[in-house]
């Protein structure tokens, strides 16, 4: 089984015109096997671009499609009221990948889907997406890069982190069951507690790779979830070790993080929960590689 | 885009925030006719984004002209803690009957606002809140409600401000909040927020990390980009737009996304070397971002091998080395290049690229034998 997406999910992809990001990386989530079943495109409702229908709005393309995701990679100024407009629409899984959305709106629109749409589960912004290798690729992967089965899930905060991980296990011959990129912003929709409850709940996933960065206390408290919640073997890698300290002004984010956010502080807490820390990406796919071989 | 104290003034003058009347100058003749114009007693501060400038000797108090000339000429060039003073603000100097402390920034944690009061300002409030965190009021804020008077007052209350600021450090509040929102800053800090003995509530510092990301509607941010920055490779990395922080060591980095680039300074540590550099070229890179990167790197006299390292996602193999090709057409690289690219159209880079390599321009196919090779290459011993 995979986490949040499947074979038979099916994707609208917000902002389709022949130039968009999400037109390149749609076509490709296709070339994969994704089911792309629609655009949306205010300006170009009721055409078809490569094949695929385009409507004018989010809830049109559910209604005509039964689309049941969303890729979302319109530009900044607008990418937080797309998101807004496919939870509108009752698009349970939102995919957005757009990099450079204000912080602020972030914030808003990630607490008026908690609020208004809880059925909806926001996966980014700024994130690569999500692939099931071999089932469903929405987002940016590039699927050649990993491999299908199992028995190992992904869940990462940078993105060419998330490729070197699926990378590194292929090259070793170990299959995944879905890797999912949370994105780097300050408000992440989908957090590393949640995709590890995902996975600890999969069947088919027996360990999971967590790929962390400083900054931010998301790999501390997911630390705390995985010494009360995890029973499944961890591998983490948190990167940073060798930055400076941010150039910091004002003291508000220290008093509210604390000693947290540094990578050392990071690995501390993990290998305190049961995680085996690799210090570079590659003793990660070293590392799992040994604990897939003793399953 | 952290701004300096007067920049911050002047941002939360346009939010309505009462500050001080002061003036920026960059010369002891500027300072005393500020000074002349604000009306004396002034302050004259050191405008540096570092902690500790009082303590350093970069704030001073002037009765008349001749102090103002005396400070402005002692702490114009002075360097606080590795910032060399370029510019002072001068500001009527303020009666001071209490100072208090005031933020607002966000939790990201609990993902929402999270504003913080105490009645102990004008100190190190990190020492406040490890010492005594009950001194300091928190109340978490919900992006889609807003800040609302009664959650002001909660927060003033909370915090034991004097009865007679309440009423102004709530106003004072609502004011910083928009321009925490509205302003769409990461960070908004005054410290000390200060009562004076006539009962007004003011600002007499600005702390304000502005979003980058939020620029795109905010074309009045244009104004704060005009001091230079201390490094002048991050100073051309930002003219250039480019995600840049300096290091001390010999091997030049660029690599696509954050965590990549922190990897590979990691890793280039692990195996024996230094970094030159952070670069994160950035998930929608392209020829010209390649170019400019490599231009950066190679204004840095340290740098000894240049390390590429490419992982395709939106970044294209074939934009990659099309951006190197482009570069070493229109700069002379100073250092030998090892690149490791792959990914998204990684073959199609590795054919635009096997043109160009030489002794000087090596492939390598994993990050730990491009570190090393990059290592190597910079006359150091790879573990």
Redesign the interface.
């Known amino acids: 089984m995979s986490i949040f997406v499947d074979e038979t999910t099916k994707v609208v992809i917000q902002g389709l015109s022949p130039t968009s990001q999400g037109f390149f990386h749609g076509m490709r989530n296709r070339a994969y096997g994704t089911k792309v079943v629609a655009g949306t495109n205010p300006k170009r409702g009721g055409t078809e671009i490569e094949g695929v229908p385009v409507f004018a709005t989010v809830k049109e393309a559910v209604e005509a499609t039964g689309a049941n995701a969303a890729f979302n990679s319109v530009p900044p100024p607008f990418a937080a009221d797309a998101v807004i407009e496919a939870a509108e629409a009752g698009v349970p899984f939102i995919v957005c990948i757009t990099e450079g959305i204000p912080a602020h709106d972030e914030a808003r629109a990630y607490n008026r889907l908690k609020r208004d749409f809880s059925a909806s589960r926001l996966l980014g912004p700024n994130c690569p997406g999500i692939i099931s290798p071999g089932r469903c690729n929405i987002g940016i992967t590039a699927g050649e890069i990993a491999k299908p089965g199992g028995p190992v899930g992904i869940v990462s905060r940078s993105g060419t982190l998330t490729y070197q991980a699926l990378y590194e296990l292929k090259q070793k011959g170990i299959g995944v069951t879905t890797c999912v990129g949370i994105g780097g912003d300050p408000v992440p929709g989908t957090s590393f507690i949640d995709c590890l409850a995902e996975f600890q709940a999969d069947p088919e996933t027996k360990a999971v790779i967590m790929i962390g960065e400083i900054g931010g206390s998301a790999e501390e408290e997911a630390a705390a979830y995985i010494a009360e919640h995890v029973d499944k073997p961890v591998v983490a890698y948190v990167a940073g070790v060798t930055a400076p300290p941010g150039k910091r002004m004002g003291h508000a984010g220290a008093i509210v993080s604390g000693s947290k956010g540094t990578a050392k502080a990071k690995m501390e807490a993990l290998a305190a929960a049961g995680a085996t820390v690799a210090v570079n990406p590659t003793e990660a796919g070293e590392l799992m590689a040994g604990m897939v071989a003793s399953l | 885009m952290?701004l300096f104290e007067y920049q911050g003034k002047q941002y939360f003058a346009r939010f309505g925030i009462p500050v001080s009347p002061g003036g920026v100058a960059d010369t002891p003749e500027e300072a005393v006719a500020r000074a002349d114009e604000v009306g004396y007693p002034v302050v004259v501060k050191a405008q540096v984004?570092v902690g500790g400038r009082g303590k350093a000797g970069g704030i001073k108090l002037a009765a008349d002209a001749a102090e103002v000339l005396a400070h402005a000429r002692a702490i114009l060039g002075m360097d606080i803690r590795g910032h060399i003073v370029r510019r002072l603000w001068i500001e009527h100097a303020s009666e001071i009957a209490r100072e208090y402390y005031a933020?607002?920034?966000?939790?990201?944690?609990a993902?929402?606002?999270?504003g913080?009061v105490s009645a102990r300002g004008g100190v190190?409030?990190?020492q406040v809140?490890a010492e005594d965190p009950d001194a300091?009021a928190r109340l978490h804020v919900?992006?889609?409600e807003g800040l609302t008077k009664s959650g002001g007052r909660q927060l003033v209350e909370q915090a034991g401000l004097d009865p007679e600021a309440r009423d102004g450090a709530v106003d004072l509040l609502l004011k910083l909040y928009s321009c925490y929102?509205d302003g769409?800053a990461?960070?908004v800090?005054v410290?000390p927020l200060i009562l004076t003995p006539e009962g007004r509530v003011h600002a007499l510092d600005a702390?304000v990390?502005l979003?980058d990301?939020?620029s795109?509607?905010h074309p009045e941010w244009d104004e704060f980009r005009t001091l230079e920055g201390d490094d002048p490779r991050e100073t051309l990395a930002k003219q250039k737009g480019l995600q840049y922080?300096g290091?001390d060591g010999e091997v030049g980095i660029i690599?696509?996304?954050?965590?990549?680039a922190?990897?590979t300074?990691?890793?280039v540590?692990?195996v024996g070397g230094q970094?030159a550099n952070?670069l994160d070229i950035?998930?929608?890179a392209n020829a010209e971002v390649m170019a400019n990167a490599l231009e950066v790197i190679n204004t840095d006299e340290k740098v000894r091998s240049i390390f590429i390292n490419v992982?395709?996602?939106?970044t294209r193999g074939e934009e990659v080395a099309n951006g190197i090709v482009q570069a070493l057409q229109r700069v002379d690289i100073g250092a030998p290049i090892v690149i490791r690219l792959?990914?998204?159209n990684a073959e199609q880079g590795r054919e635009i690229l096997k043109g160009l390599e030489s002794e000087r321009f090596v492939s390598r196919p994993?990050?730990?034998d491009a570190a090393r090779t990059a290592v190597a290459l910079a006359g150091g011993a790879p573990r």
């Open positions: 952290d984004q933020s607002f920034t966000l939790d990201r944690s993902k929402l606002h999270l913080m190190d409030i990190e809140a300091i919900d992006p889609t929102v769409d990461d960070l800090e410290n702390k990390t979003d990301s939020a795109f509607r922080v290091l690599a696509n996304g954050a965590g990549l922190m990897s300074c990691d890793v540590n692990q970094p952070f950035g998930g929608g992982f395709g996602g939106i792959d990914g998204t994993t990050m730990l």
